[in-house]
């Protein structure tokens, strides 16, 4: 039984795959298999935040009702048992009389947590837990991390000359240093999309007058947030004319601020900017990822780039920039961001 369960759970693990983290987020992806006598006979995945679970769409996708009554469905991550955007999954899977369910990985966010399997096994459903549960939990880092720490899942991003200065001494009417190439700067603006929230310090606002807006890569716009604790943003900056939803936050420390994003539902933030707002990440131990972009042009001097300790990091080369994607110890599932 091992066997072939583990079969039909990979393959729920690429349907998983399949919807893209800025499609669900900050719902996680989730796939599920549906198999009877040996044959799949439904298949579906969670394709956008707002919509239909994987296990709904796998069990329209079964031609005959009838054939679920004697059949296992494979879910990557345990089914919900509570009223959220849409009705629960598990009580679905009661009501089509289907006898077997196999989990993935159980679901840390504290309105299922458990309550998913508890209400299926009370109905009398066969549970197997825990098949491919790392490989199931790796599907979903953001996710898992956010709701396992009770705070958003944290990238710090930065883009720092050879000689490590982040930018020039300038005054505001001068442009920034370019350091990114426009194909690295794309890559970029997708990163933005996979994340609920852009934050950026009031001096970046002040000096750079940033848009924070996934503008060169189609999909969402994320929540804008500026934290300006003592300074006040100009009031001409393009973050208060575009338009778009913006917060400027009080917060008295890094960690207020992620906890209030966190109650507000927000699973993971993108930290743009400065150096002193990403050096207090840094300093508070509060990120899981840091992508650093080093050019291999010299300023000679300017603003410093945060400080890292020498951690390991993985790298890699577009155009002559070298990008750097450092790990928070311990991180579960890395190797699939
Ligand atoms: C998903 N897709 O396939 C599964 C989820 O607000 P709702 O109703 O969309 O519920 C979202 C929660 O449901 C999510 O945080 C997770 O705990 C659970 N399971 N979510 O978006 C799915 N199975
Ligand atoms: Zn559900």
């Not at 006598?37 to 796998?58: F, K, L, P, S």
């Not at 920039?321 to 599932?333: A, K, P, S, T």
Request: aromatic share 4%.
């Amino acid at each position: 039984m091992m066997e072939i369960d583990t079969r039909y759970m990979k393959r729920a693990i690429e349907l998983a795959r399949h919807a893209g983290l800025a499609n669900t987020s900050p719902n996680p992806m989730v796939g599920a298999v549906i198999v009877r006598d040996g044959m799949i006979i439904g298949e579906g995945y969670h394709r956008r935040c707002g919509e239909g679970h994987a296990e709904v769409n796998a069990i329209a996708s079964v031609s005959d009702p009838e054939l679920l009554k004697d059949s296992t469905i494979y879910v990557t991550l345990e089914p919900c048992s509570h009223y959220g955007k849409t009705p629960p999954c598990s009580q679905l899977i009661i009501d089509k009389g289907i006898p077997r369910v196999v989990v993935g990985s159980l679901d840390p966010y504290e309105k299922v947590s458990g309550r998913g399997v508890k209400m299926l096994r009370d109905a009398g459903i066969e549970v197997t837990t825990g098949v491919l549960e790392d490989e199931c939990r790796a599907v979903n880092p953001v996710f898992m991390t956010a709701h396992s720490l009770r705070r958003p899942w944290v990238t710090l991003k930065w883009a720092q000359s050879a000689d490590g200065y982040i930018d020039r001494l300038r005054d505001p009417s001068q442009p920034p240093a370019q350091l990114s190439t426009p194909l690295t700067a794309t890559l970029m603006h997708r990163q933005r999309t996979m994340h609920d929230a852009i934050m950026a310090g009031s001096s970046t606002v002040i000096s750079d007058n940033p848009s924070l807006t996934p503008r060169l890569w189609p999909g969402r716009n994320p929540k804008r947030v500026i934290m300006s604790r003592h300074n006040s943003i100009p009031a001409d900056c393009r973050l208060l004319t575009d338009g778009l939803p913006v917060t400027v936050s009080r917060s008295g420390s890094v960690a207020e601020e992620l906890e209030r994003l966190y109650a507000e539902g927000t699973t993971s933030v993108l930290v743009e900017g400065g150096a002193k707002l990403l050096q207090s990440f840094i300093d508070a131990g509060l990120w899981d990822m840091m992508r650093v972009e080093t050019s291999p042009l010299t300023l000679g001097e300017g603003v410093k780039a945060p400080k890292v300790d020498k951690i390991p990091s993985q790298s890699l080369t577009i155009d002559n920039n070298r990008i750097d994607y450092f790990v928070r110890d311990g991180l579960l599932g890395v190797k699939n961001l």
